[in-house]
């Protein structure tokens, strides 16, 4: 009979994978913190905020930008975790062959379709990334850069909204913080 993992093997597996794939990149923070910080940010707000307890949506989380910022590919993160948490991944990974002002467009665009599960992993993800402008910046951001990135964050997650009340009320206390 084979080796079923539970819940918390798998989240620790998922994590040690997201960890070393990561282990060279950096925010672009004035402190170059670690990226594995974003990830694990996703999960806690999907676990502590929102109260997710899915394994597929908190692993998925911890993964989210593998596919894109790393060397992983779909195929290994289903041999490796299986097709549910590797197609929320998928959802959620923009190519990074289109210019950026495309995979701006194409993620408001597709935000109104993604799965439930998916939904959730970009809306914490928006949620991360607009705390993490207000409180370490990417370095030589301006003021209308990080505006410009909060107005486009809601234009993303408008597109996902009905998935969870609370996180989007989340997202919108952070956007009230925005950059005037």
């Not at 959730?120 to 949620?127: C, G, R, T, W």
């Not at 909060?150 to 969870?164: F, I, N, Q, S, T």
Request: aromatic share 6%.
């Amino acid at each position: 009979m084979p080796h079923r993992r539970d819940r918390w093997e798998l989240f620790l597996e998922v994590l040690a994978f997201s960890a070393h794939k990561h282990r060279a990149q950096r925010r672009k923070d004035r402190q170059a913190s670690a990226y594995i910080n974003h990830p694990i940010a996703l999960a806690r707000v999907l676990h502590n905020e929102a109260l997710v307890d899915d394994p597929a949506t908190l692993c998925a989380a911890i993964l989210h930008d593998t596919i894109e910022d790393t060397k992983t590919t779909r195929t290994e993160l289903v041999r490796k975790f299986g097709r549910q948490i590797a197609g929320v991944v998928w959802e959620v990974t923009d190519n990074k062959r289109l210019h950026k002002r495309t995979r701006k467009r194409l993620q408001v665009e597709h935000a109104p379709h993604l799965s439930p599960r998916a939904k959730l992993v970009k809306l914490a993800d928006k949620i991360c990334n607009l705390r993490d402008i207000r409180a370490a910046p990417p370095v030589g951001w301006s003021r209308a850069r990080k505006r410009e990135y909060y107005l486009w964050a809601k234009r993303v997650v408008d597109g996902l909204r009905g998935v969870h009340p609370h996180l989007e009320r989340a997202f919108d206390r952070e956007f009230r913080k925005r950059p005037k």
